[in-house]
């Protein structure tokens, strides 16, 4: 549709393709006794408007259009009509119309600069809403609602959807939505959280680290050849000669184990798809995810403290580290299950994190004091602990995960990629599922046709073991508060230790019921103590 430019012009924009009830007030409002406009009435052309504006003048009636340009400062008689409508265009009536029709700031057309005087002050009221405030310099700290980044009502902050990175915030008597300024969080010393690396703050997470560049290609070939091709991996930063030469071996001490839980799941579902989908539930889009999250943090009394992020990039189902001085949880998006969030979060979140803030207090919290008191490593009680509470409190606690990741680390010392992709097909039928365990178990590897294994991931199981054959001589609640120690420097570290402050998961709290979650545990994965006491004396 083409505007005529000539008489009527400006009533005819204002009105087009908007119902009467939505236009401004001046563009419509009927006055049938001043002489301007009846509904039926032609609109007039400028020498008209001019001679009727004298005869209101004259009789002392004030028009509608006088009324606004006044309140604004501008001088009617010396304005033409389409200066006198543009000027009104600034005043008119706030506008039904939905948000998403308004016309922007930068189309809204204003009168000459020098013609136009300062607005008064109710101009300025009326005028500068909240769409002149989003559009100053200023940048809040959380960004404003809107439908790609909703508001989650209540106690708590903003959680950004729209992005696959996600900010939990609270409100501690700021701004709704503002991030905890880094001096009011626990401070965690980098390097201290499973997965991040040992050095300086600009070195990559171990578990990023050595996660091949050329995965997808590799993929892909593999899977063309009919499983039959070796990869050939590339990393994009030079490899830890020592990290890999420390878990290049694996071991077998707890291989029957592992094969017995996974046997339990098989027996009783048929397949790990069967039990994936039976236990675990649908895989959760991330606005449930964001939720699930929120709602633990506010269990742990952590809201504003942990930044989470969504990834699709990582071989684990998730990962706590120290990133940009922040305590930072990615999780990975294909393992995020209904039934296995929450479990997923006691590990991260109600073991990891926790015990790192409790460890900063204690006097061992740097590798001197840690020298000093003679402390044993943290794994496997670290890794161990976290994966009976992903488990916990489930109806069939299965070890599968961390049993089967024994099995393949194991495996993969002595096959090469294609053999143990064959191999864990007597547990696993999905290939993609296969797949991610075989890369787990060869990461490091460049040369994947020869033997060899990143044995960290059996720290997961051997931990389980340990704590399952002690859980009745362990103060696990002392075990939290003395952050990340070995459950044997439990009772030696105790006269020495800052309980001050200190954090103690929600779900460890009743002691009774936690440890008969334990023992559900130990039953419903067929093991006992009297061949717990055997593989593990004292």
Known sequence: MVLDPGRGSVERAAGRGTPRSERPEIATREVPRNGLRTPHSRPQSSSAFSRSKAALSSRGIVSPEAEVTRSMGLDVQNLTLSEVKRSVGLEVKRSTKPASRKTPESEVKKPPGSEVKKPSSSAVKRFSGSEVKRSSGRSPGPPSRSLTSPVFNGRGGWMRRSESTCAMNGVAGGERGGMRPATSLPHIARGSQPGASSGGGGKTCLLVALRPTNIDQEREAFFRAGFNYEPQFEYGE?????????????????????????????????????????????????????????????????????????????????????????????????????????????????????????????????????????????????????????????????????????????????????????????????????????????????????????????????????????????????????????????????????????????????????????????????????????LIPE
């Open 238 to 534: 030079q490899q830890a000669t020592n990290v890999l030469e420390k878990y290049r071996e694996g071991s077998s001490q707890f291989l029957t184990q592992a094969v017995r839980i996974m046997h339990c799941v098989l027996r009783k579902y048929g397949s790990y798809e069967s039990f994936e989908v039976a236990t675990g539930g649908n895989v959760l889009p991330k606005c449930q995810v964001w939720a699930s999250v929120r709602k633990y943090l506010q269990k742990e009394g952590c809201v504003g403290e942990v930044v989470v992020r969504l990834s699709e990039e990582l071989l684990s189902q998730a990962v706590m580290m120290v990133k940009s001085c922040r305590p930072t949880l990615t999780i990975n998006l294909a393992g995020a299950r209904q039934h296995w969030l929450e479990g997923m979060l006691r590990h991260e979140i109600g073991t990891h994190y926790i015990r790192g803030v409790n460890n900063n207090r204690q006097p061992w919290s740097n590798a001197a004091g840690r020298k000093q008191f003679g402390l044993k490593p943290a794994n496997p009680t670290e890794e161990g602990l976290a994966s009976l509470h992903s488990v916990l409190f489930r109806r069939n606690p299965f070890l599968w995960r961390a049993a089967l990741l024994y099995y393949t680390v194991y495996h993969a010392g002595h096959m090469s990629f294609s053999q143990l992709f064959s191999d864990i097909g007597q547990f696993v039928q999905d290939p993609a599922v296969r797949w991610e365990y075989c890369v787990r178990a060869k990461r490091g590897q460049t040369d994947t046709s020869r033997p060899g294994c990143f044995s960290k991931d059996q720290v997961y199981l051997d931990g389980i073991l340990r704590i399952l054959r002690h859980r009745r001589n362990i103060d696990f609640k002392m075990l939290a508060c003395l952050g990340k120690v070995s459950y044997e420097d439990v009772e030696h570290l105790r006269k020495f230790a800052v309980l001050a402050q200190t954090r103690i998961p929600h779900f460890m709290k009743d002691q009774q019921r936690y440890l008969e979650q334990l023992d559900h545990i130990v039953s419903a994965n067929e093991l006992n103590d009297e061949e717990l006491c055997q």
